[in-house]
């Protein structure tokens, strides 16, 4: 079973907000996941990126694969370089 990083939409229409989800990559995007390390507000000004630090690390040990943007956060965050 490959593992994913990757964003899942919420919010209302035209104002999105995203949790950050550790899901099976079959699943789709806004379906079943695993576990939810996080969250992402783009609407906010600056910007809110959050991460539970500790699940993530061991999510990301475990073998779980972050998504592009995902990355992207993540190294906003500092937690991986």
């Known amino acids: ?3 994913k990083m990757r964003l899942r939409r919420m919010g209302q229409k035209k104002a999105p907000f995203y949790r950050i989800i550790v899901a099976d990559s079959r699943s789709p995007r806004d379906g079943r996941f695993i576990a939810e390390v996080g969250y992402y507000d783009p609407t ?6 959050q991460f539970n630090e500790e699940e993530t690390k061991k999510w990301l040990s475990n073998g779980a694969q972050p998504t592009e943007v995902v990355a992207k956060l993540l190294k906003v965050a500092g937690i991986k370089k």
């Open 1 to 3: 079973m490959a593992v």
């Open 44 to 49: 906010k000004e600056p910007t809110v990126i």
